[in-house]
């Protein structure tokens, strides 16, 4: 049995916990009060002050994402790694891209798709990235298909800000993919705008995506005029791949089953037994406490 967390970045948050004991109090129902060093209180921190600080533990903790498995020895697939990088901009919130569903925004019927394409890749080895202003692998690369659809249904427009780093986007999706073992790597970049923020070019990430071998294959959501297309045709020819317009959700259903036809290769794997996500552990304990909370709150009042 093995312990592991899907999003270990978020215990940073707990350099925070040292807020708790020093932070100035501003609003009694948010905050916890200063220490008295001066010796005015007898006890470093009261019990209401501890448990504000195991719920935030707590919370931190959940949002790690922690799984435990078990592995059973090494196997060959035939497949891919594969990073669907895919635009989460404010602009992607617009609606009337999918005619049968016209309250659907662009993002909503993206994930929709972007789901659907990955539920039929059983042996690729599939990841996540979002951007906005900036990138993050939302899923690292995984056979796991449940929980990369749980993860991506925790992404949200907006999340990654307004703005569209595509460069940046790109150089996320390729530390994810320097993780895989398949020489057959690909990123899926689909966007509906122009590269506007971020810290890197688009040349330069896809100089850097061309000398490691991986091909990007990239997707304009909604109207031509709405994204820079040829920017998109540049990047995907230069990596060797090749680039798709999609003004409708009919178009880019049709876009993911062409792509779903890229030639597999040969992946040495683990075999991944029992998988199961620990984050209701956590969360349970959070609302038992809060519960106890509100309970002892009435007792008071009694």
Not at 55 to 79: C, D, H, R, W
Not at 154 to 172: F, H, K, L, P, Y
């Amino acid at each position: 049995m093995h312990f592991t967390l899907g999003s270990p970045w978020f215990l940073l948050l707990l350099l925070l916990l040292p807020c708790f004991f020093w932070c100035r109090e501003t609003d009694r129902s948010f905050y916890v009060s200063k220490l008295d060093w001066a010796g005015k209180e007898s006890s470093l921190l009261s019990w209401k002050q501890w448990f504000k600080i195991l719920i935030f533990t707590l919370m931190v903790i959940a949002l790690t994402k922690p799984f435990v498995y078990e592995s059973e020895g090494n196997q060959y697939k035939k497949g891919r790694d594969l990073i669907l990088a895919i635009d989460a901009s404010g602009s992607m919130a617009q609606s009337g891209f999918d005619t049968r569903n016209r309250f659907s925004s662009k993002y909503e019927v993206t994930l929709k798709l972007a789901k659907t394409f990955t539920q039929k890749r059983y042996d690729d080895n599939i990841g996540t990235v979002i951007f906005g202003t900036f990138a993050y692998t939302a899923s690292p690369l995984t056979y796991d298909l449940e929980a990369l659809e749980y993860l991506l249904d925790m992404t949200t427009v907006g999340i990654a800000g307004e703005s569209t780093a595509i460069g940046d986007a790109i150089m996320q999706s390729i530390r994810t993919l320097s993780y895989g073992k398949a020489k057959n790597k690909v990123i899926i970049l689909l966007t509906d705008g122009y590269h506007n923020a971020g810290k890197y070019s688009p040349k330069q990430a896809v100089a850097e995506a061309k000398k490691l071998g991986i091909r990007i294959y990239t997707i304009g959501i909604g109207k031509k005029s709405d994204y820079d297309a040829a920017l998109l045709q540049t990047i995907a020819k230069k990596s060797g791949g090749k680039s798709y317009s999609a003004n409708s959700a009919e178009a880019l259903s049709a876009v993911f089953s062409e792509i779903s036809k890229l030639e597999p290769s040969r992946i040495r794997v683990e075999n991944y037994l029992n998988q199961r996500l620990l984050i209701f552990f956590p969360l349970i304990i959070v609302i038992g406490l809060l519960l106890l909370w509100i309970f002892r709150q009435e007792r008071g009042r009694e």
